[in-house]
């Protein structure tokens, strides 16, 4: 199953679905760094409001992808984790490190742009 | 009383199966939403230690009716793959074996009511953890 | 030759052991004998029913109407239990039932007890038809009995678990009601927690926190615990993880109202103190809430001579 990845501006969304395997997380890390080389993107947004469960796969990857994306110069914010996916996260001790979040899609976007204010 | 359900583990997508019911089996069984959560996560962990370490395997989803009434779920885990050497090694924090988070066993524990894992080097692993209504 | 010595054979046994090959007769074809005996007799037999529960004085918390109808739908669900041998949809009227009775104020053993009545009410008016026939009789006993238990059981259970799901809800309810959380400002909560905090409370407030966050779209929460006089390792790490869980959830946990001894329990759990926001009483985490939000503290200390 592929994930969308829409382009805004300079920022490449993804928007991740409920059914995601190892599999296609695997495959979107990929096409993320791609795209982000393609169109030079200056920031990424993992929208993963639909995610039932955020294990440590899941976790382990986003942070890889974040890592991977940062090297191109673009920051990655995760936005839309549930409430109760974000407990379950606490409590099996995944916190993202310093990847930064946000509650959705709108406050991702302004914290991107916040972030590209503050450099310039 | 309901039914056990059972879901064959071979490829990364039973994991995803393998959630999705234990997730609807613990609503049904009566867990609010949150506990829910916390019991899909914990089978995602154990249902993707079986694709990674033993090819196949099987998760079991138990309804339980304890004494005085209780309710709760069981799910166990098993393999008759490789299993682990150092189980202790493993339930440890921050032990890992394949880089990363490892095994994520102390984190499914830290999810659970109870946890049981049977496991030595060349007979398979059994995990079974168990979650009761409060 | 074989065949000769078959057709020997059976009426050897018809004769020697009528009662062993009658009770081979299907299970199947007595239940469903019964299954028709108790639809022919459906009116009579819930009448008969429903008088008896008057008389046990049983729900009264109903009307005479609510109960008819009640009657008509369980005789009706007990006979498909007994005809399909399956019981989900026993099981699923039976917690839908519950739903309704139980604010209505019907305990569980008048459940019980109506369910065991009409086991009884049909059991004699099995007595009363088969009765010049002892040997069918107790065939179809044999058939029925189990069959009727396992309803009973059904009912029951499903009547207790909603019951105990109804209780659970109510309990959360008033948890609910105790640990408020307050919307002070646009994107600011607050949540004063006072008083003793068990690991249970601990973890409704987390969620209560988190959901809050979503709901008012909260950049900052300020966490006060003025009011806690201790906390033991497990709900310090309670605390931990609701400040990890809001900044998943993108807003950021300033604590206030930190004692020493508070302070003492949590570095001992390992909590790098310089990492997390605190502040001394809740007056100062608002104010600096406030300043992460962008808004301008105004001092309100200004001197008696100045402002209006």
Redesign the interface.
């Known amino acids: 199953m592929q994930v969308p990845i829409l382009k805004q501006g300079g920022v490449l969304i993804a928007t991740i679905q409920a059914a995601l395997s190892d599999a296609d997380l695997l495959e979107l890390r990929t096409a993320l760094v791609q795209q982000v080389v393609r169109y030079r993107s200056s920031g990424v947004i993992v929208d993963v409001t639909a995610m039932d469960v955020m294990d440590s796969f899941a976790s382990r990857t986003l942070l890889e992808i974040s890592h991977m994306i940062r090297l191109r110069g673009a920051p990655t914010v995760i936005v839309g984790i549930q409430p109760e996916v974000a407990f379950a996260m606490v409590q099996l001790g995944l916190t993202l490190e310093d990847i930064p979040t946000a509650l959705d899609l709108e406050e991702g976007l302004a914290y991107l742009k916040q972030k590209a204010r503050s450099i310039n | 009383m309901a039914a056990d359900t059972q879901i064959l583990i071979a490829s990364d997508k039973d994991v995803v199966t393998a959630r999705q019911q234990g997730r609807a089996v613990a609503l049904q069984t009566g867990f609010s939403v949150s506990e829910a959560t916390l019991i899909a996560t914990a089978i995602s962990e154990l249902a993707r230690n079986i694709v990674s370490y033993a090819n196949q395997g099987r998760v079991t989803l138990k309804p339980l009716h304890g004494p005085n009434g209780a309710s709760g779920l069981t799910i166990v885990a098993s393999d008759s793959g490789p299993g682990i050497a150092d189980v202790t090694l493993a339930l440890r924090d921050g032990y890992s074996s394949s880089g990363g988070l490892g095994l994520g066993l102390p984190g499914v524990r830290r999810l659970m009511d109870e946890f049981d894992i049977v496991s030595s080097a060349g007979s398979g692993t059994t995990v079974t953890i168990t979650k009761w209504l409060p | 030759m074989q065949r000769e010595k078959n057709m020997l054979k059976e009426p050897a046994i018809q004769k020697n052991r009528p009662a062993e090959l009658a009770r081979n007769e299907p299970k199947l074809e007595l239940l469903r004998e019964l299954v028709a005996h108790l639809r022919q007799n459906r009116t009579l037999l819930r009448e008969e029913w429903v008088a008896r529960i008057a008389e046990a004085q049983l729900l009264t918390a109903m009307t005479q109407e609510e109960i008819f109808a009640e009657a008509t739908s369980v005789y009706d669900s007990y006979v498909a239990a007994l005809e399909t041998g399956t019981f989900e949809a026993l099981q699923a009227y039976a917690r839908n039932l519950s739903e309704r009775i139980i604010p209505r104020g019907v305990e569980t053993h008048e459940v019980v007890g109506i369910v065991l009545l009409l086991r009884d009410v049909l059991a004699r008016s099995l007595f009363a038809k088969y009765q010049t026939d002892f040997e069918k009789l107790n065939r179809i006993l044999d058939a029925y009995e189990p069959a009727a238990n396992r309803i009973a059981n059904t009912v029951a ?1 499903g009547f ?2 909603e019951r ?2 109804v209780i ?1 809800q109510q309990q ?1 309810a008033i948890r609910e009601l105790s640990t408020p959380v307050l919307q002070v400002r646009e994107r600011l909560l607050i949540l004063p927690i006072i008083g003793v905090i068990d690991p ?1 409370r601990a973890r409704q407030l ?2 209560q926190l ?2 809050g ?2 709901t008012n ?1 909260a ?1 900052v929460v300020v966490i006060d615990i003025t009011g806690v006089a201790a906390m033991d390792v497990t709900v310090a790490n309670h605390l931990v ?1 609701t400040v ?8 950021t946990v300033i604590v206030t109202g930190l004692s020493p001894e508070i302070a003492q329990t949590l570095v001992t759990i390992g909590v790098d103190l310089g990492k997390m926001n605190t502040v001394g009483d809740l007056q100062g985490g608002i104010e600096q809430a406030e300043r992460l939000l962008g808004y301008k503290v105004v001092n309100p200390e200004q001197g008696p001579g100045e402002g209006r």
Do not use: D, N
Not at chain 3, 244 to 251: K, V
């Open positions: 259970v207790v678990q105990e799901r659970r959360e249970q987390t969620e988190l959901r966050i979503r779209r950049k993880q990890e869980a809001s900044r998943l959830l993108g807003a």
